[in-house]
């Protein structure tokens, strides 16, 4: 598999529960980020985990970041209908800034 | 806020023809990129650009692609004879610097149609 893989593709709850979406990766990085995507749109970017750090929190965001397993983990706590989207990682390494992104994971958040 | 803007939000091209991709990258940022989406798929790297110059791009970016920075605000895409395959959503990012891994904000988009 590639760079940034995503679990579950496909992911639907109720309002109010919590949305956890996996990250894996192949290679090393020096940061990972996470987008969100409605649907045909532009990528919004949601956060950014350092490699050095483990767990970061955001609002309703909270990411962690395991290197020695290389996966990455975005948690929205009490969702909303208006967090249905797409979900990205993506991994940055080398001094390009190039970043990695994976399949990501559809979130469908019913009222 | 600032943000990244792209020209023109659609565009629809027959097969062979050249075309322009523009960005309006955040100002005071240094570090400039294209991805694209195919439908349904996910985003791709395609170059990556800085003082001027490409410093990483990918086998996507082959001679029909090239990019410029015609001046300080605006950096473009340009596919000089488009195909089929290039039909996806081509997306223009900038971040300020690299060190440490530096937020890439992403412009809303252009929807490119080959015919």
């Known amino acids: 598999s590639q760079q940034g893989e995503e679990d579950p593709q496909a992911l639907s709850i109720q309002e109010g529960e919590n949305a956890t979406m996996n990250c894996s990766y192949k290679?090393?990085?020096?940061?990972l980020q996470w987008y969100r995507q409605n649907s045909g749109r532009g990528l919004v970017h949601l956060i950014l985990?350092?490699?050095?750090?483990r767990e970061k929190h955001s609002g309703r965001l909270r990411v962690t970041l395991d290197t020695s397993k290389k996966s990455s983990s975005l948690l929205i706590t009490a969702s909303r209908a208006a967090d249905t989207a797409s979900y990205f990682c993506a991994g940055g390494s080398g001094n390009t800034g190039k970043l990695i992104f994976g399949q990501g994971t559809t979130l469908q958040v019913k009222p | 806020e600032p943000e990244v803007t792209q020209t023109p939000s659609h565009q629809v091209t027959q097969m062979g023809q050249e075309v322009i991709l523009r960005c309006v990258p955040i100002s005071n940022h240094l570090y400039f990129y294209w991805y694209r989406q195919i439908l349904g798929q996910k985003v791709e790297f395609l170059v990556s650009f800085y003082n001027n110059e490409i410093s990483e791009k990918s086998e996507i970016f082959d001679d029909q692609f090239s990019v410029e920075r015609p001046d300080g605000s605006n950096f473009t895409l340009k596919i000089r004879s488009t195909k089929l395959e290039d039909s996806a959503m081509y997306f223009c990012?900038?971040?300020?610097?690299?060190?440490?891994?530096?937020?890439?904000?992403f412009g809303p988009g252009t929807r490119l149609l080959v015919l």
């Open positions: 985990i350092r490699s050095n750090e």
């Open positions: 990012a900038s971040s300020f610097r690299l060190a440490g891994g530096e937020t890439q904000y």
């Open positions: 290679t090393s990085i020096n940061n």
